[in-house]
C-alpha cells in the first residue's frame, strides 16, 4: 500500500528550532514582538521544510534571478583557466539551489557602479555574483539601497559591507613562503602586483613568515615598477640580492621560468621559485612549478551558498574564506 508524505507543519518547525509554535506562527504572520534574527530563521526553516502557508512571504521568481558579472579579461585572457572553472561550479550550485542564473562578459576596462546597474537591471535580477571586482563605497551603498543582494567572487571587502569568498591568501602565501624557508632561502623577494585586498593579503603573510626567522631579508617588487623580465635581469645582475622569488601568481613565475631557460638571465642552480593559484600552466613547466593550490570549485560553491542565504533571508555580512594547499612541484631548491 502506497502512503503519501506528511506535510510539514509549525510544530516541525518549532521543532527544529527549539521554539514554541506560537513563536513560529506569529513569525510566520510578521507579528510585531517577535526578533528579527527569529523571524527570519522561522522563515527559513520553513523554505527548508516546504512548509506552505498563505500567512508566510514567499519568493518572487524575480527573487530568485542571479547576473554574475565577469571582466572579459579574467574570463579570456592568463586567468581564464582559475574564472571559468569558478564559473562552472557557480553555474551547477545555483542549478541545485533553484537558482536563475545569467552570466555576463563585461568588456569595459574600468567596472563603474552604472556598468554593474546597467547588468542587473538589463537582466531583471535582485542578485548579484562580482568576480574579481571589489567593493567601492558606490557600489556598496548602491546595494544596500536597493535591496540588491551581492557576493564579491574571489575578492574580499575588509569594511565588510558586502559578503565574499576568497581562498585564504594570507595563509596561502604564509605557506609559500614558509615552503622557501624551510629550504634554507633567507634572502626572498615577493613579486607582487596592484593593491587588491585579496593579494594586499598575500603580500601580508610573506612579510609575516619572513618576520619569524631570525636573519632573513625580505624584499617587495611591485609589478608597475619592473616587468617580469626586467625584474629577472636584475636578479641576474646582482641589483636583487636574493636567492628565491615568490611571485603572486603562476602566470608571473612561468613567465620568469621561461625567461631563464630562454637565456634571459642567468641565476643560481639553486635559485628557487614559488608561484600562486595552481592554474593548468603549472603543471606545464619543467620541472613543474611550486605553487600553492587553490580549490576553485569550493569558492563557486560558497559563493552561491552566500548568495541563496541571502536571498531566503540572511542579513549578516559574510567573509568565506577556503582553504589552500602546498604544492611542492620542482622549483623550490634546498640552499646549499
Known sequence: ??????????????????????????????????????????????????????????????????????????????????YVDILNAIRSEASVCGLDLDIRLISERKVTLELVARHVQAAGASAVLLAGIDASDELASWCRENEIHAVLVNGCDPLMRISSVAPSNFYGAYMATRHLLSAGHRKILHYTHGH?????????????????????????????????????????EGKQDVTALFCWNDIAAVEIIEGIQGGVGQVARDFSIMGFDDLPLAAMTAPRLSTIHVDRDAIGRGAIRLLSDQIEGETAVRQLEIGVSLVPGGTVHARA
Open 1 to 82: 500500500m502506497s502512503t503519501t508524505a506528511r506535510r510539514p507543519n509549525q510544530a516541525d518547525i518549532a521543532s527544529r528550532l527549539g521554539v514554541s509554535v506560537s513563536t513560529v506562527s506569529r513569525a510566520l504572520a510578521n507579528e510585531d514582538g517577535i526578533s528579527e534574527v527569529v523571524r527570519r530563521d522561522v522563515q527559513r526553516m520553513a523554505r527548508s521544510l516546504g512548509y506552505r502557508s498563505k500567512r508566510m512571504p514567499g519568493l518572487r521568481a524575480t527573487d530568485r534571478r542571479v547576473v554574475a558579472l565577469v571582466p572579459f579579461a579574467n574570463a579570456t585572457g592568463g586567468l581564464s583557466g582559475f
Open 196 to 236: 587588491r585586498p585579496t593579494i594586499l593579503e598575500r603580500r601580508r603573510g610573506f612579510v609575516t613568515a619572513m618576520a619569524e626567522v631570525t636573519g632573513e631579508e625580505a624584499a617587495l617588487v611591485m609589478s608597475d615598477d619592473r616587468k617580469p623580465m626586467e625584474l629577472l635581469q636584475d636578479i641576474s
